[in-house]
């Protein structure tokens, strides 16, 4: 498995598992177990989660999924805004190490910008992995200016990475984003690389590049994620088949000819544009 190197010297693998929809249904506990165990065994042993999914319903079914083997998987977990506070963080830190049955969280995002100061979230971070609670943090959904403000708070510079919406149809990182992180070396993490499970999948251009490849479209869309460096790709996938085709992707090898003909149907951002958010 292809692996990203984090600021402090940590690799993880370029190809994880995502949680958003799951542990909302009881009956579907069983099966999402399963499926993130799958995925673990084929490799893609980082799994995302949030205190948002299923109001903590999602971490629950993580805890499950690495019961055992700990410490073969790479948790990432995500706290609310309203809870990024000085006073709060602590408290939403220790519902989620809870919920996941763990002593400590290897990376804690803060899931999008709220009100809470930058400054007093990066103490707060700071303060949980001084207490080893958390062993590294980072942010979600953060354009390049917060990103500025943020390495220029105190500590800021310690941000382990930035999870955003990136796949096919939204390309607006790699206008100033993208580079922006290469440069500075803060991998992104991308999410929905499949589209969210919407209309992406059945597009035309990906389903004949798909066949040339004797391929599934969703290979297509999460190699084409995965070309560049310093970006991961957490697809979710409950479906023990959906969890072996995405697995299969990291061997796949996009011509320059495949990246063309997805430029032409896919563009590239050619202006600056605001980074969308799912
Ligand atoms: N930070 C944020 O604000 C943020 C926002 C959104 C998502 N995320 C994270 O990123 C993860 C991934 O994003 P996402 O869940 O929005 O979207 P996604 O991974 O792009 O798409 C998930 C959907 O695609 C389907 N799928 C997966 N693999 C497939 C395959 N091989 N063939 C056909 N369909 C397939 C899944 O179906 P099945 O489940 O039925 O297999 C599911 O319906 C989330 O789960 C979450 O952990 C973070």
Redesign the pocket.
Same mark, same amino acid.
């Given at each position: 498995m292809k692996t990203v190197q984090l600021p402090d010297g940590e690799r993880v693998p370029a190809l994880g598992q @995502? &949680?958003?929809?799951m542990g909302e249904k009881k009956k579907a506990h069983a099966d999402e177990v399963a499926a993130l165990r799958l995925g673990t065994d084929l490799g893609m042993t980082l799994m995302? &989660?949030a205190e948002m999914y299923g109001e903590g319903g999602a971490e629950k079914v993580v805890a499950d999924a690495i019961a055992g083997q700990r410490d073969r998987v790479f948790v990432v977990t !995500?706290v609310y805004p309203h809870n990024a506070s000085r006073t709060e963080l602590p408290k939403a830190c220790e519902r989620s190490l809870k919920r996941l049955r763990i002593d400590a969280i290897d990376l804690y995002l803060l $899931?999008?910008r709220g009100d809470v100061p930058l400054v007093e979230t990066v103490e707060a971070f700071e303060n949980l992995r001084s207490e080893e609670k958390i062993r590294r943090w980072g942010v =979600? +959904?953060f354009d390049v200016e917060d990103m500025e403000e943020l390495l220029a708070t105190e500590n800021g510079s310690s941000c382990a990475t930035n999870?955003v *919406?990136y +796949?096919l149809e939204h390309r607006e990182t790699e206008f100033d984003l993208l580079p922006w992180s290469q440069r500075n070396k803060i991998p992104i993490m991308a999410? =929905? %690389?499949? @589209? $969210? @499970?919407r209309g992406l *999948?059945n597009n035309a251009t990906l389903k004949k590049i798909a066949k040339r490849h004797n391929a599934?479209p &969703?290979q297509i869309a999460l190699a084409w994620v995965l070309r560049q460096s310093g970006v991961i790709a957490? %697809? !979710?996938? =409950? +479906?023990k088949a $959906?969890v072996r085709? +995405?697995a299969q992707s990291t061997h796949l090898e996009l011509t320059k000819g495949d990246l063309t003909e997805i430029d032409r149907t896919f563009p590239p951002p050619k202006s600056n544009q605001r980074l969308a958010?799912?």
């Amino acid at each position: 498995m292809k692996t990203v190197q984090l600021p402090d010297g940590e690799r993880v693998p370029a190809l994880g598992q @995502g &949680t958003w929809r799951m542990g909302e249904k009881k009956k579907a506990h069983a099966d999402e177990v399963a499926a993130l165990r799958l995925g673990t065994d084929l490799g893609m042993t980082l799994m995302d &989660t949030a205190e948002m999914y299923g109001e903590g319903g999602a971490e629950k079914v993580v805890a499950d999924a690495i019961a055992g083997q700990r410490d073969r998987v790479f948790v990432v977990t !995500k706290v609310y805004p309203h809870n990024a506070s000085r006073t709060e963080l602590p408290k939403a830190c220790e519902r989620s190490l809870k919920r996941l049955r763990i002593d400590a969280i290897d990376l804690y995002l803060l $899931h999008w910008r709220g009100d809470v100061p930058l400054v007093e979230t990066v103490e707060a971070f700071e303060n949980l992995r001084s207490e080893e609670k958390i062993r590294r943090w980072g942010v =979600s +959904n953060f354009d390049v200016e917060d990103m500025e403000e943020l390495l220029a708070t105190e500590n800021g510079s310690s941000c382990a990475t930035n999870q955003v *919406l990136y +796949n096919l149809e939204h390309r607006e990182t790699e206008f100033d984003l993208l580079p922006w992180s290469q440069r500075n070396k803060i991998p992104i993490m991308a999410y =929905s %690389p499949v @589209g $969210h @499970g919407r209309g992406l *999948l059945n597009n035309a251009t990906l389903k004949k590049i798909a066949k040339r490849h004797n391929a599934m479209p &969703t290979q297509i869309a999460l190699a084409w994620v995965l070309r560049q460096s310093g970006v991961i790709a957490i %697809p !979710k996938a =409950s +479906n023990k088949a $959906h969890v072996r085709e +995405n697995a299969q992707s990291t061997h796949l090898e996009l011509t320059k000819g495949d990246l063309t003909e997805i430029d032409r149907t896919f563009p590239p951002p050619k202006s600056n544009q605001r980074l969308a958010m799912l």
